[in-house]
C-alpha cells in the first residue's frame, strides 16, 4: 500500500506538526548508517508528527519528543537491545547486522515496531512489549500500518 492509498482511508492533517525536510532524513541516514525504507520516510513527511488512532506512533527526525526523536529512539531501542543480548538472546539479529532489526515506532502499550531487510525486501517485526512473542510480516511500512 503506498502513502496514497494511506491518504484515502487516513487523512493527512491540515497543519501536520514537525514536518521533516529530506535534509533531515539525509542526516538521520548518514548519522545512523542506515537507508530509511522510502514508504516511510514519505509517510512521516506528509503526516508529520502524531499518533494514528491514538495508538501507533511512527519515528520522526524533525520532533523534540525524545520518546519519539528517530535517532535518540533508534541508538536507544539498539543500545537496549545489545544489553539484553548479554543476559537473554532476542530471536532476531540486531543492527548494525546487515538484516538486523531497526526500530520505526510502537505502540501505546509498548509494543516496539522494527523494520529489517532480507535479499532487498522489507519485513516488519513486531515485539508484543508484555510477552515474549516476536511476530514477522512480509510487507513495507506503509502496508503495515
Known amino acids: 500500500m503506498s502513502v496514497a492509498a494511506i491518504k484515502e482511508v487516513l487523512h493527512p492533517p491540515r497543519q501536520p506538526l514537525e514536518v521533516p525536510t529530506m535534509d533531515d532524513w539525509s542526516n538521520v541516514e548518514r548519522q545512523l548508517s542506515i537507508t530509511v525504507p522510502s514508504d516511510l520516510k514519505e509517510f512521516v513527511c506528509e503526516y508529520g508528527n502524531g499518533k494514528i488512532d ?3 506512533w511512527v519515528n520522526n527526525p524533525a520532533t523534540k519528543a525524545r520518546g519519539a526523536d528517530f535517532c535518540r ?3 536507544d531501542t539498539i ?3 545489545n544489553y539484553l543480548e548479554s543476559i537473554e538472546e532476542t ?3 540486531i543492527y548494525p547486522a546487515i538484516d538486523g532489526i531497526r526500530p520505526w515506532g510502537g505502540t501505546h502499550n509498548g509494543d516496539g515496531l522494527y523494520w529489517r531487510e532480507i535479499e ?3 519485513w516488519i517485526v513486531l515485539n508484543e512489549s508484555r510477552s515474549p ?3 514477522e510480516y ?3 511500512i ?4
Open 138 to 140: 512480509q510487507m513495507s
Open 133 to 135: 512473542v516476536w511476530e
Open 73 to 75: 529512539k533508534f541508538e
Open 79 to 81: 543500545y537496549m537491545f
Open 120 to 122: 532487498g525486501q522489507i
Open 142 to 145: 506503509t502496508e503495515f500500518l
Open 54 to 56: 491514538d495508538f501507533i
Open 91 to 93: 530471536p532476531y539479529p
